[in-house]
Every structure is written in C-alpha cells, then in structure tokens.
C-alpha cells in the first residue's frame, strides 16, 4: 500500500491529464510529500518516452523553408531596422511608420505571421501603403493565375506582395533581385521567402528601388544565389 | 568547430543570441520526432505543420527559455510540440479531429531511413512502442487518451464509463510498467 493516499493522482499528473485545479493543488502536494515527488519523478521517465513511440514521419520540404525563411528574416530584423531607421532619419520624413521594437521589423514579423497563413490586411496596410506618394506598380508574373504588385513609396522603399504563386520548389526558396540600367546581370538581395498555403507574401525590397530598372524575383536554393540559377517567376519595373 | 558537431545545449545557446544557422541544426535534428509527434495526437498532416511550425517559431523566439538542468533540448521541444497540438486538438471537435484523419499517410509520408541517426531513432520508437504495447490494453488506452489525445481522467471515465478512480489507478500501473520495462532505454528517451 502506497504511504501516501494522494499518490494515486502520480500517472495523471505527469500526463497532464488532471483538471487545472486538482494540478494546481497537487503540485502543491509535492512540496510536502517525498514519496509522491519520488513517483513523479519516476512516472516522468516513462511519460517523456511517450512522444518517441509516435511513427516517424518525416515533414515535408516545405515546412522547412517556411520556418526558416521567417527566421532568417527575423535574424536580419535588427540590422534591417537600424539601418531603415538611419535613412528615413537622412531624409527627414516622418510618415508615421513605426519600426517594431527587438529583434523583428514590422515588416519581418509581418513576414512571418504571413508564413503562418495570418492575414494581415489591416497591419501591414493602413497609413503605410496608403501614403500620399505611394504608387503600385503590376508585376509581370510568368504563372497563369498569379499576380504581383509593388509598392513603391516616395523615398524609393518598396514591397513585392505575390499571389496565387506556387511555393517553389522541394528545398528551394524564392529571391528578390535588382537589376540597375547597363547591368546584364540582376544584383542579389538578402529577401527571401516562400509562399502562404494561399500563394501569398509580401516581402519589402532591401535597400529600395531608387534607379532600379527592374525587380525580379526567382527560386533559388535555400540560401539564396549570388547570381540567378532558377526560373524567374517574377519581373517589376518600378520606373 | 561545424554547428552540426555541437550538442544541442550548446546550440541553444547561439540560438539565444539569434544565430540562425544554429536553429537551422536544432530544426533538423529534431523535426521529424516533432512532425511525428504532431501528426499523432492531431491525425492531420495540415495541422501537424501548423503544430510544429508555431512550436520552432515560438522555439526561436523564446530560446532564452530552454533550463539544461529541467532536462534535453529534445524533449523541451517535444513539450512544447505537445501544448501546441492540446491547443489545436481542443480548437477543434472530437468530430472534426477524426473526420480530418489523413488515412495511409504513414506509408506516404514515412522517414526515410537515411543515415544511422534516423537508423537508430526509429530503432529506439519501435522497441518505445514495444514497450507501450505490452501494457494491457485499459492501461494503454487511458494512458494514450491523455497523452496524445488531450483528455483529461474525467473525460476519460466518462468516455469508457469507468469510475475516475479507477482511470487514474490505471494511468499510474501503466506508467510503473512502463518505466519499469524502458530500463536502458530511458536515457535515450529522455535525454
């Protein structure tokens, strides 16, 4: 017989499996009583292995570049943030765009929560698209069904937002290109993404398109490409 | 020293500091069990992407969290795995939760066994399974109703019509047995 009359609850603790309240207390119990943290600690080894018994499956390609895409952009966050902060100061406009405080940009976290098949219509928009020397700008998109505007603002700082766009393909990810007049080759950007389930993202254009003649964008490996390798999906001509 | 050389505590570490290659490693090593997990208590693959991509991305935000003395980067991740998937389990109905159940998607879907790690984990899930299965079947039952399916004991009994005292007498045996027959597996499983 157990010495302890409340050690009967041991297994559904560390399953997880009490009410909140009869967690709440019996986590408290365990403060007092030796022999049902003993069983708990116990029961837990057991518990732990529970998850390792699932099938292994493995998770697709896609989840990968979804997740990583966002946390890259995230890593980026600080340097993109201080650096957008520097010019706007330069310029000297204000438009009421505010930069996200930490580590993810407005726009970064945008990024993600659109990765996460968010919507986010009424943050990402608002004052900032709307602003009054923004103009758009129509993609020539080479897949039927999809479509893909830029976001040009006054000071030259731009967004691509893509719809209908397939992901790209098993370990790929989509790159954001410039290509300056007199280039032959587009120049790389540090903007990679992938898609929403939907075929959606928005994705800001580092460094602006100032004197830009065009933006591409192509699928690349996964890490991007210091000169284009893939299919271009996606031409903008900001001028 | 290559990332992939580093163990997972100290990967965690650069993560905190917001080192994305590091993520990328931890992401690897541990997606799939992740995935699997997910896709078992959810029995969607849909969702089971949404589970585990809301538990790295909440992983990556919130690296400063992980304590190596409450235990391995594992199975802190598989913990979180399993709070999202309760999460998205109780969004949705009983109803919609079998309704959604992607059939045969184990055998579409199933790791490959590409090198000795994966080798050896699917080793290790095998004789964990092993060991679940040899519980009698109320054991088994109640223990995986709470685990993988969210349910709480009162739930439960109320399920399969036992006395709440006698579900919890269960989950407890089980999990003795359990323990008991993991022996040298243990510190695998939960390391």
């Known amino acids: 017989m157990s010495p302890c009359p409340r050690a009967i609850d041991t297994g559904a603790y ?16 365990l403060r007092g009583c030796d022999h049902c943290r003993r069983e708990v600690s116990e029961l837990r080894v057991a518990a732990e292995a529970l998850p390792l018994t699932a099938e292994p499956l493995d998770p697709p390609a896609q989840l990968h570049d979804r997740i990583i895409e966002v946390v890259r952009a995230e890593a980026r966050g600080s340097d993109e943030a201080a650096r957008r902060g520097r010019r706007r100061r330069a310029a000297g ?20 929560l659109l990765a996460l098949g968010v919507a986010l219509g009424a943050l990402v928009s608002g004052g900032e698209d709307g602003g009054p020397g923004a103009r758009t700008v129509q993609a020539d998109v080479a897949v039927p069904a999809a479509s893909g505007t830029l976001r040009v603002q006054d000071d030259g700082d731009a967004r691509l937002v893509v719809r209908g766009l397939p992901a ?14 007199g280039e032959d080759v587009p120049r790389p950007t540090d903007a990679l993404f992938s898609v929403s389930r939907e075929g959606t993202a928005t ?11 065009r933006v591409l964008v192509s699928d690349e490996p996964r890490r991007g490409s210091r000169v284009p390798t893939g299919r271009v999906v996606l031409t903008a001509a900001p001028a | 020293m290559a990332l992939t050389n580093l163990a997972d505590e100290d990967l965690m570490q650069l993560v905190r500091r917001g080192d994305a290659d590091a993520f990328e490693v931890v992401y690897e090593r541990h997606a799939t069990v992740a995935f699997s997990l997910a896709h078992r208590m959810t029995q969607s693959r849909n969702a089971a992407e949404d589970v585990v991509q809301e538990a790295f991305l909440s992983l990556w935000r919130s690296g400063a969290r ?6 391995s980067v594992r199975t802190w991740i598989l913990g979180i795995v399993h709070n999202r998937a309760i999460d998205s389990l ?20 199933a790791a490959a066994e590409r090198t000795d790690v994966e080798v050896a984990r699917r080793d290790e899930a095998r004789e964990l399974r092993g060991a679940l299965a040899t519980l009698p079947d109320e054991q088994s039952r109640v223990i ?14 109320s399920m399969l019509e036992t006395p709440i ?27």
């Open chain 1, 14 to 29: 560390v399953l997880g499996a009490l009410e909140p309240d009869e967690h709440a207390a019996f986590t408290e119990h």
């Open chain 1, 93 to 112: 406009r204000a438009r009421g765009r505010r930069l996200a405080v930490g580590r993810a940009p407005l726009a970064v976290a945008a990024c993600a």
């Open chain 1, 168 to 181: 790209p393909p098993a370990g790929r990810v989509y790159q954001v290109w410039r290509q300056r007049p």
């Open chain 1, 203 to 213: 994705v800001d254009v580092p460094g602006g398109v100032d004197g830009v003649e």
């Open chain 2, 66 to 71: 992980y304590d190596r003395a409450r235990g």
């Open chain 2, 90 to 109: 109780r969004r949705s109905t009983v109803h919609d939760r079998r309704r959604a159940s992607d059939e045969g998607i184990e055998e579409r879907f």
């Open chain 2, 144 to 157: 995986e109703l709470a685990y993988f399916g969210g349910y709480s004991h009162s739930e439960i009994a």
């Open chain 2, 165 to 191: 005292g006698t579900v919890k007498g269960r989950m407890r045996l089980g999990l003795q047995k359990m323990r008991g027959q993991l022996g040298g597996l243990t510190a695998g499983a939960g390391t």
